[in-house]
């Protein structure tokens, strides 16, 4: 066993990972190749990470595969994208499956090509019943996207007299949200170096650990999932409070 994987606190694995999956384009022209290799390689990447959070017994992991500003690179590029998804979706339902892996997709469906979205739907329906991890794909996603979305949603319950505004509360807004079926992430990752969010989870992120590596997303592999766990893992989530009054609250050893 990986001498990482041995350090990890399996009682105290974080229920919900979710990572902005970065840098392919990068690592591809730095090998002298096309930004699609880099895409491509991606997808090797995917399915390490899916079973190594499998195999932890991590039970949401979100992955960040498309953004709604993606939508504005070539159209190569895009053509590009939407293909490999849908490919390595035909691919992969049936391992999914076997290893009790449940698909969920968060985004703004319209936007994609209508057969990518028959092809989603298809591994939806088929990978409904399973029991094991959560493996939520962002796709043609994004916070503002999806926070513009509830506002307006609400506004419509408003008008139509089936919610008052005076019961409005923080839990009627997450009620509204694509991930209302999922705990909130308690770690974000981002690959490539980059420390910025890009428009994702905006409203679910508040209290996450953020984690950020150099590594380009087509190098990221199980033993960098664990090192990133193990960094949350010494982390003190204190969510507005003080360190002495969070250690009043630890039972005595
Ligand atoms: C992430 O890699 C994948 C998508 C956004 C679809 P990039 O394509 O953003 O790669 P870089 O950031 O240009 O290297
Ligand atoms: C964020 O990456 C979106 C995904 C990884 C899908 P980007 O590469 O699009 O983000 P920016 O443009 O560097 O902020
Ligand atoms: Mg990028």
């Given amino acids: 066993m990986s001498a990482l994987l041995e350090k990890i606190d399996k009682s105290r694995l974080p229920r919900h990972i979710a990572i902005i999956m970065d840098g392919n384009g990068r690592w591809a022209k730095e090998k002298g190749e096309d930004r699609l290799f880099g895409h491509f390689h991606g997808v ?5 990470i899916v079973e190594g959070a499998a195999e932890l017994g991590v039970e949401y992991l979100t992955l960040y595969a498309f953004s709604t500003e993606n939508w504005d690179r070539p159209e190569y590029e895009v053509s590009g994208l939407m293909e490999l998804l849908v490919s390595t979706i035909r691919k992969e339902v049936e391992s999914l499956n076997k290893n009790n892996i449940r698909l969920h997709v968060i985004g703004d469906m319209s936007m994609l090509p209508e057969y990518a979205r028959t092809e989603l739907n298809e591994a939806l329906d088929i990978t409904r ?8 794909m962002a796709l043609s996603y994004s916070g503002r996207w999806e926070l513009l ?3 307006k949603n609400i506004a419509h319950e408003v008008k139509q007299g089936k919610l008052n505004v005076e019961e409005i509360s923080q839990d009627t807004l997450q009620h509204f949200l694509c991930t209302s079926e999922f705990p909130d992430p308690e770690l974000m990752i981002r690959t490539s170096g980059e420390f910025r969010i ?3 989870l905006l409203y679910q992120l508040a209290y996450a650990e953020l984690y950020f590596t150099n590594v380009r997303w087509p190098d990221f592999r199980k033993e960098n999932l664990y090192e990133a766990i193990l960094d949350y893992q010494n982390r003190e989530r204190r969510f507005g409070k003080t360190s002495d009054q969070l250690d009043e609250t630890k039972a005595p050893a």
């Fill in 198 to 200: 890009s428009n994702f």
């Fill in 44 to 48: 090797e990447s995917v399915r390490n």
């Fill in 149 to 151: 979305n509830a506002v």
């Fill in 129 to 136: 019943p399973n029991t094991g991890l959560n493996l939520v």
